[in-house]
């Protein structure tokens, strides 16, 4: 079992930069891969990007070079460098994880509660 904790979110004029963290506990085995989903108003949770313990990434579209997604292991926290945003990137962004040999999915893992991300003049 893991519980995720996100912080990071707030409201950034068009433009801006936020950094979300995303802190672990529980077993480390339950977060192999960690990773970061959004979900906008009226709209499905959607992949952002998401990095293996040994700092393999992929990433959607969506936030392919402007989201920059790392992680720390000592600490076991996954972060998503967000630059250049956008008013089309407000959502709640959600942190993930899952052990080796789970598809990363948005119906598998263990999901944080989320975090606002308002991109808002």
């Known amino acids: 079992q893991v519980q995720l904790v996100e912080s990071g979110g707030g409201v950034v004029q068009p433009g801006g930069s936020l950094r979300l963290s995303c802190a672990a506990s529980?077993?480390?085995?339950?977060?192999?891969?960690m990773g970061w989903y959004r979900q906008a108003p009226g709209k499905e949770r959607d992949f952002i990007a998401l990095i293996t313990r040994g700092g393999s990434t992929n990433y959607a579209g969506a936030g392919k070079g402007r989201f920059t997604i790392s992680r720390d292991n000592g600490k076991n926290t996954v972060y998503l460098q967000m630059n250049s945003l956008k008013p089309d990137d407000t959502a709640v962004y959600y942190c993930?994880?899952?052990?080796?040999?789970?598809?990363?999915?948005?119906?598998?893992?263990?999901w944080g509660r989320g975090t606002q991300v308002t991109v808002s003049s």
């Open positions: 529980g077993s480390i085995l339950s977060s192999i891969v």
């Open positions: 993930a994880s899952w052990p080796i040999a789970v598809t990363p999915s948005r119906s598998s893992g263990y």
